[in-house]
C-alpha cells in the first residue's frame, strides 16, 4: 500500500500521531477565528498556497502546499488597536518549567585517524567511557524499535504500535522518547567502497558528530533534553506567573516590553547570567489572571553594541502584521481553554485534503508555514522560526488542519527552513543582541549573495540548541509527520552551490569547500528526529548529490530517508523549450534514474518554482495561449492541445515510474493547471528607502483552479483523471517500492523506452508521428499479459486507439536482455502498462467510486 503525499508519492508510512476519527484533540486548544484564506471568487477554487503532491514509496502519496491568504481579513483589527489575537486570559493551569541549565562548550579537540583501521579517536573515547543518558543495551533498542517504532525496510513502513484506554479522551498518545546511541559511522565503507578515498574527511566528519552527541549528553542530559529548549527559552507559563528568557550574550541590557506594561524600559528589567541568558519572572495578578494577557504584542528591549533597539522575542510562538505597516509584531499566544470553538482553515481543510485523498496521494507537504515578513519570499525567509504564518489564521488553525489530515489517514510534512533566515532587524533574528555575528556567521560568511539573506553558524551551540529544538517544536506541538528540508545544498558547501557544476567527483564532496559544521548538525537533527520519532520522514533538498546522504547517521551518512531529485524537474523544463523532435530518451532515462544506491529519491515533473510569478507550468510551456480556448470539448481541439495533453500525462508517469521511490506532485499539476501562483501584495518602502513593487493587491493568480480539473465538459478532467489512476495503479501494485526495475529498450530511432519495474512492465512511445504495430517488448516472467494502464483511453483526454480486450501471450526466446518478450501495439505520444493477467489486485479501498478508469482497463 502506498500513502500519497499531496505533491509527493510515498509508500505506505503511517502517521507518527493516532486518531480516533474526531478532529478534536485532548491537548490541543479550540478558538473560533477565522481563517486569512478564502475561496476565490471563482467556483471550486482554493486560497491555500503553494501546495505540491508527493508520493514516497511507503504508504503514500501526497501534495505540498503553500499557504495563501483570503481576500478579507478574518483576525479583526480595531481601527486604534493593533492586537491582532482576540480571546481572553488564560487561567494559569500551566506546568512549572525548570531552570535553565547552559553549560560552557568544550573547544573542538583535534581529531586523529587510524585509516588502515578506520576508527576515529571520538568513537574510541566514547566507547570508554559512559554517557550521561544510556538507552539501554543494542539488544533492548532493537526490540523496542520492532515492537514500538515505525521500521523502514524494504520500502515499507510498519506502523507503530501504542495503546489508549478505551475511555480517554486523548486520540495522539504521549509517548516516551528516547535516543539510541550513535554508531560506528563505518558501514558506508561497505556500501560504498569508493569512499575509502575519503576515510580522512568521513571520519572527521562523524568523529565531529561524535564529539557533539557526546558533549550534549554531558552537559545537556543528551539530545533529548537538547532540542527542548522551547521548554526553557522563551516564554514559560507555570501556575505562579510567567518566566521569559533569551539567550542574548551582546545585550549590554535587557528589559520585557509590550502592550502589558505600556512599553516602559523601566518596568520588567532582565537579569542576565554568565552564559548570556537573560531572564525575568512575572508573577500572576492578584485575581489569578496572567501578567501578560494572551493576544499582547512583546518585544524585547536591548542596550547593544550598535544601539538601542527593540526585537520580536527569538522563540516567540507567533507574530502578525498589522495592517499597514512592514514589521511584525511578537504575539503572546496562551489562549484560554474554557472556550473552545470551530476551528478554522475551513477552506483547505474541507475542499483541499478530501481531494488529495480521492486523487490518490497519501501525504501532504504544506510549505511556508514558519512566518515570514517579506511575503514575495514565499516562506523562504523567516523572520519567527516557532511562529505558523499569521496571514492563513492561528496555530489552532493549522492543528485543525492537521488533526483533518490524520483522520484522512493523510500524513503531513512542513518545509522547514534551517538553511538561511531573514537579515530583517526589526522583527527577525538578525543583530539580534546587537552583533553581527548572533545567530549567524559574522562578516560575508554570513550573508548568502544571491538570497540576500543570513546565514546560521552551525557551530555554535546555542544556535544548535535553537535549531535542533525547532524541528523538535513543530513535531512536539503540531503533530507534523516529517520534513522537508530546504535549501540543504546551500548549507553543505561554503560556496552554497552556487555557480558550481557538480560532476559526480567524490574531491567535490569532502574538502574544504565544505561545510563540516552544517553537516554535522544535518545529521544531528536527523538523529535527533529519526531516534526520538522512528516514524518521522525527513526529505533533504539537495542537489548536488553529496554521497551519504541518504544513509542512516549511525552507518556514517547524513541520515535522510530521501533526496528530492531535483535535476528532474530541471530537466523536463530544459527540454520543453525545445520541440519534441529534438528529445533524446536515453538522455530522459539516465536523469530519471541518475541516483545512488541505497539512497531513495522523491521524483516530481513539475516543481514549485515553476509555477510561481512570470514562470510557466508544464501545461502551459506544451499548450500556451490555446488553453484558454481550446481546452472545451464542445469545440473541436489544435495540434498543440492534442500534443500538450499527451506528452504532460506522458512527463508524469515516466518521472512516477522510473524517477525514484517516492512521488512529488505539486498541487494543480495533476489536471494541468495553466498559470502561476502570485500572492496579493501591495508596494512597500522599507526603512532605508527600498521599494518594494507589489501586484495592487491582486487575487487574480492568487489561486488554484481546482473546477478546471473538476468540470466534465473541459479537457483537464481527463488530465486529472490520469493522475488519479497513476496513483491507484501504484497503490494495487506497488511498484515504486520494488526493488527490481530494469530498462529492457530506450531507442532513439523508434523513441521507445520499456522498462519494468516491480511487476509491471511500461511501454512508451515518445515519437511524435509514428505508431507500431506488433512491437515486441521483451519480459522476465512467462503468461498472459493485460493492460492496466493506458494514457490514450478516451476519458483521460486521448483517442482510445488501444484495444483493453486483447490478450498478450509470451513467446519464450531472448530479446532485449530479456527471456520472453511478447508483441504490443504502441500508438504514437502514448504510454502504456502491462501486468500478468494472472496478477488480479482488488481495488483498494481509496479508489474512487465514480472514476471511471478501473472498467476501462479491465
Request: net charge negative.
Amino acid at each position: 500500500m502506498v500513502y500519497t503525499l499531496s505533491g509527493i508519492g510515498l509508500p505506505s508510512v503511517p502517521s507518527v500521531y493516532k486518531s480516533s476519527g474526531s478532529s478534536f484533540r485532548g491537548d490541543r486548544r479550540n478558538i473560533n477565528l477565522s481563517l486569512l484564506l478564502k475561496k476565490s471568487s471563482l467556483p471550486g477554487t482554493g486560497c491555500m498556497g503553494k501546495l505540491s503532491t508527493f508520493k514516497l514509496s511507503q504508504y503514500g502519496k501526497f501534495f505540498a502546499g503553500k499557504s495563501y491568504d483570503s481576500e478579507t481579513p478574518s483576525l479583526t483589527v480595531a481601527a486604534s488597536e493593533k492586537v491582532l489575537v482576540p480571546g481572553t486570559q488564560s487561567d494559569g493551569s500551566s506546568s512549572s518549567v525548570d531552570q535553565l541549565e547552559t553549560s560552557e562548550v568544550l573547544e573542538n579537540p583535534h581529531v586523529s585517524h587510524d585509516v588502515s583501521a578506520l576508527k576515529t579517536e571520538a568513537e574510541s573515547k566514547i566507547e570508554n567511557e559512559e554517557l550521561v543518558e544510556s538507552s539501554g543495551n543494542d539488544s533492548d533498542i532493537k526490540a523496542k524499535q520492532d515492537s514500538v517504532a515505525s521500521v523502514y525496510k524494504d520500502g515499507e513502513v510498519q506502523r507503530a504500535e501504542s495503546s489508549v484506554d478505551a475511555g480517554s479522551d486523548e486520540m495522539y498518545e504521549t509517548t516516551k522518547r528516547s535516543m539510541p546511541p550513535p554508531g560506528n559511522g563505518q558501514r558506508i565503507y561497505e556500501i560504498d567502497p569508493l569512499l575509502l578515498g575519503h576515510c580522512t574527511h568521513l571520519d572527521y566528519r562523524y568523529g565531529q558528530y561524535r564529539r557533539l552527541r557526546d558533549e550534549i549528553d554531558r552537559y545537556e542530559g543528551g539530545l533529548d533534553a537538547f532540542s527542548r529548549g522551547y521548554e526553557k527559552l522563551g516564554f514559560q507559563r507555570s501556575a505562579t506567573g510567567i518566566t521569559y528568557r533569551e539567550w542574548a550574550p551582546g545585550a549590554k541590557s535587557a528589559a520585557l516590553i509590550g502592550d502589558f506594561n505600556n512599553w516602559n524600559p523601566n518596568a520588567d528589567v532582565m537579569s542576565r547570567n554568565e552564559f548570556g541568558v537573560w531572564e525575568i519572572f512575572l508573577p500572576n495578578n492578584a485575581d489569578g489572571s496572567p501578567a501578560i494577557p494572551h493576544g499582547s504584542r512583546v518585544k524585547i528591549h536591548m542596550d547593544t553594541p550598535s544601539g538601542v533597539k527593540d526585537s520580536i522575542p527569538a522563540w516567540i510562538k507567533f507574530s502578525v502584521q498589522a495592517p499597514g505597516e512592514i514589521p511584525y509584531n511578537g504575539i503572546y499566544y496562551d489562549p484560554p481553554v474554557e472556550e473552545p470553538m470551530i476551528n478554522t482553515y475551513a477552506n483547505f481543510r474541507d475542499d483541499i485534503l478530501p481531494r488529495i485523498k480521492r486523487l490518490g496521494y497519501n501525504a501532504v507537504q504544506i510549505m511556508a508555514i514558519q512566518e515570514h515578513s517579506y511575503y514575495a519570499s514565499f516562506g523562504y525567509h523567516v523572520t519567527n522560526f516557532f511562529a505558523p504564518s499569521s496571514r492563513c489564521g492561528t496555530p489552532e488553525d493549522l492543528k485543525s488542519l492537521i488533526d483533518k489530515a490524520h483522520e484522512l489517514g493523510l500524513l503531513v510534512l512542513m518545509d522547514i527552513v534551517h538553511s538561511h533566515a531573514s537579515n530583517n532587524v526589526l522583527d527577525g533574528l538578525n543583530m539580534f543582541d546587537g552583533t553581527d555575528g548572533h545567530y549567524f556567521h559574522s562578516g560575508s560568511r554570513g550573508y548568502h549573495w544571491m538570497w540576500d539573506s543570513r546565514l546560521f553558524n552551525y557551530g555554535s551551540w546555542e544556535v544548535l540548541r535553537f535549531l535542533l529544538s525547532n524541528a523538535r517544536w513543530w513535531l512536539e506541538e503540531y503533530k507534523f509527520d516529517g520534513f522537508r528540508f530546504d535549501g540543504v545544498t546551500s548549507m553543505m558547501y561554503t560556496h552554497h552551490g552556487l555557480q558550481v557544476a557538480f560532476t559526480g567527483n567524490y574531491n567535490e564532496y569532502f574538502g574544504f569547500a565544505t561545510d563540516i559544521d552544517a553537516v554535522v548538525y544535518l545529521m544531528l537533527v536527523n538523529d535527533m528526529i529519526h531516534g526520538l520519532y522512528p516514524e518521522a520522514v525527513t526529505i533533504g533538498e539537495d542537489v548536488s548529490g553529496m554521497p551519504t546522504f541518504c544513509i542512516p547517521v549511525q552507518d556514517g551518512g547524513v541520515g535522510f530517508d530521501y533526496r528530492l531529485h531535483m535535476a528532474i524537474a530541471d530537466k523536463w523544463i530544459e527540454l520543453l523549450k525545445k520541440r519534441d523532435e529534438d528529445w533524446r530518451v536515453g538522455e530522459i532515462v539516465n536523469t530519471l534514474t541518475n541516483r545512488r544506491w541505497l539512497e531513495k529519491c522523491i521524483s516530481y515533473a513539475e516543481s514549485h518554482d515553476q509555477a510561481l510569478v512570470g514562470d510557466k507550468t508544464i501545461a502551459f510551456w506544451l499548450m500556451d495561449k490555446d488553453m484558454y480556448e481550446f481546452m472545451a470539448l464542445d469545440r473541436p481541439s489544435t495540434p498543440r492541445i492534442d500534443r500538450g495533453i499527451a506528452l504532460h500525462k506522458m512527463i508524469r508517469l515516466i518521472t512516477m515510474g522510473l524517477g525514484g521511490e517516492g512521488y512529488l506532485n505539486f498541487m494543480g499539476n495533476e489536471f494541468g493547471h495553466p498559470e502561476w501562483i502570485d500572492f496579493p501584495r501591495g508596494v512597500q518602502q522599507l526603512p532605508n528607502g527600498k521599494i518594494i513593487p507589489g501586484n495592487n493587491f491582486s487575487y487574480d493568480k492568487c489561486r488554484r483552479r481546482f473546477d478546471l480539473g473538476d468540470a466534465d465538459y473541459l479537457r483537464y478532467r481527463g488530465m486529472q483523471e490520469f493522475d488519479q489512476a497513476m496513483q491507484h495503479l501504484e497503490e494495487a501494485y506497488g511498484f515504486m517500492t520494488s526493488e527490481h526495475q530494469y530498462i529492457s529498450r530506450k531507442n532513439e530511432g523508434d523513441r521507445v523506452v520499456v522498462f519494468e519495474r516491480g511487476d509491471l512492465i511500461f511501454v512508451f512511445n515518445f515519437h511524435w508521428s509514428n505508431s507500431y504495430f506488433d512491437y515486441r517488448v521483451g519480459c522476465a516472467k512467462p503468461g498472459k499479459y493485460k493492460i492496466v494502464l493506458d494514457s490514450d483511453v478516451l476519458l483521460f483526454g486521448g483517442f482510445g486507439r488501444v484495444h483493453h480486450t486483447a490478450e498478450f501471450f509470451t513467446n519464450e526466446g531472448w530479446y532485449d536482455n530479456r527471456p520472453r518478450s511478447f508483441m504490443v501495439y504502441a500508438p504514437s505520444r502514448t504510454a502504456v502498462v502491462y501486468a500478468l493477467s494472472e496478477d488480479e489486485p482488488q481495488p483498494g479501498p481509496e479508489s474512487d467510486p465514480e472514476s471511471q478508469w478501473e472498467g476501462l482497463m479491465g
